[in-house]
């Protein structure tokens, strides 16, 4: 069975320029996660979906970031102009339903700079 | 907010040896889950155990157990015979109702498997 897939695995990117990070949940999932890793803060939810309704992001750090998640089987997050301090891991992470086990995908390292 | 706590940011065991991690946790809820996520150098992050809060028996997988102490809020892993593929950053994570349904992560253990 598919895991959780993300796309691209790897983004090096310029400070200024849009960045469109992808997800596809496993088949099935209706809950959708998005986290971020850092050195300094770990890792720390930015947002996540349920049914495709988007439920809590209070986790995203400005307007710069925005996500959407337009059916059940593709999310994306979006960063619009970046800056180098959102060089980070992005994983994106399903579950069955809120409360179940939470499965993330591969990650997408993002390094702006 | 919940807090996750692992005390121990460095860990090194022999292989076949055993091992134990710990993690503490701060929450007044009575119903939540907790989790053992393990992130080997490839930063995916795998499931290794999940512990529901009402259920008094500690989860088991294969070669790894935790010690679910309610009252003392603490969850524990125990990585018995340890294979040289365990090293890893292993997190432990919270997740209830009140917390928003999403994984609140301790810093993280590095564990390092000696031959």
């Known amino acids: 069975d598919a895991g959780v897939i993300q796309s691209p695995r790897h983004e090096v990117t310029e400070m200024g320029q849009e960045v469109t990070l992808r997800c596809k949940p496993i088949?099935?999932?209706?809950?959708l996660f998005w986290y971020r890793q850092t050195m300094m803060r770990g890792l720390e939810l930015l947002i996540y979906f349920n049914n495709n309704v988007p439920i809590d992001d209070s986790g995203m750090p400005e307007d710069r970031f925005s996500a959407k998640m337009p059916n059940a089987s593709f999310s994306t997050l979006k960063i619009q102009p970046s800056e180098p301090r959102d060089s980070a891991v992005y994983f994106c992470?399903?579950?069955?339903?809120?409360?179940?086990?939470?499965?993330f995908g591969p990650g997408t390292r993002l390094l702006v700079l | 907010a919940q807090t996750v706590t692992q005390s121990q940011p460095e860990m090194s065991v022999q292989e076949a040896e055993t091992v134990t991690l710990s993690c503490t946790y701060d929450?007044?809820?009575?119903?939540?889950?907790l989790f053992w996520y393990k992130q080997p150098p490839s930063r995916q992050m795998i499931l290794v155990i999940r512990?529901?809060?009402?259920?008094?028996q500690n989860a088991t997988e294969n070669r790894f157990s935790v010690n679910f102490q309610k009252a003392a809020k603490s969850f524990s892993l125990k990585i018995s015979d340890s294979q040289l593929g365990d090293t890893a950053m292993y997190f432990c994570a919270f997740m209830s109702t009140n917390s928003g349904y999403a994984l609140n992560f301790g810093k993280g253990t590095s564990l390092l498997v000696t031959p």
């Open positions: 992470a399903s579950s069955l339903k809120l409360l179940e086990t939470q499965y």
């Open positions: 088949s099935g999932h209706n809950s």
């Open positions: 512990q529901e809060a009402y259920k008094q």
């Open positions: 929450t007044s809820e009575s119903n939540y889950y």
